[in-house]
């Protein structure tokens, strides 16, 4: 499983550049918003493990975790995902994952991702100090 950067993406005037990236397997879809001096500002790390769909969002200094409601799948609607309730998974695990599986991205954008997974862990493990979020 390889993360590799998509070429033709939607950008919308007056916002951030977004980037984005997917892997062959789907089980990472990242978007990445790109500030003026090229600096990743934050990113919606979405994974799919166990066929359930979650999201770590990263934005204005602010993390949160959520469940992804996939939308209406019936071939008379066109719903779009939508983010759901406040969730948890071992960051332990999504860490090693996305480590293995972006080798191939942007350095900087890896870089800050990595660095930013890390600073929700720790600050995960500092509120609930008795429950670690680093161990499955």
Same mark, same amino acid.
């Given at each position: 499983?390889?993360?590799?950067?998509?070429?033709?993406?939607?950008?919308?005037?007056?916002?951030?550049?977004?980037?984005?990236?997917? =892997?062959?397997?789907?089980?990472?879809?990242?978007?990445?918003?790109?500030?003026?001096?090229?600096?990743?500002?934050?990113?919606? !790390?979405?994974?799919?493990?166990?066929?359930?769909?979650?999201?770590?969002?990263?934005?204005? =200094?602010?993390?949160?975790?959520?469940?992804?409601?996939?939308?209406? =799948?019936?071939?008379?609607?066109?719903?779009?995902?939508? !983010?759901?309730?406040?969730?948890?998974?071992?960051?332990?695990?999504?860490?090693?994952?996305?480590?293995?599986?972006?080798?191939?991205?942007?350095?900087?954008?890896?870089?800050?991702?990595?660095?930013? !997974?890390?600073?929700?862990?720790?600050?995960?493990?500092?509120? !609930?100090? =008795?429950?670690?979020?680093?161990?499955?």
């Amino acid at each position: 499983m390889t993360l590799h950067e998509l070429k033709f993406v939607r950008q919308y005037e007056g916002e951030m550049l977004r980037r984005w990236f997917d =892997d062959d397997e789907g089980i990472f879809d990242l978007i990445a918003w790109v500030d003026d001096n090229d600096v990743v500002s934050g990113f919606q !790390l979405a994974y799919n493990f166990n066929g359930e769909e979650r999201a770590i969002t990263w934005l204005g =200094d602010a993390f949160s975790h959520r469940n992804v409601d996939p939308g209406d =799948d019936s071939p008379l609607s066109n719903d779009s995902s939508v !983010l759901g309730d406040t969730t948890s998974y071992p960051l332990v695990e999504i860490i090693r994952r996305f480590d293995k599986s972006s080798r191939d991205i942007a350095p900087d954008v890896r870089s800050v991702m990595l660095e930013k !997974l890390e600073q929700y862990a720790e600050t995960l493990q500092t509120a !609930l100090p =008795d429950q670690s979020p680093t161990k499955p």
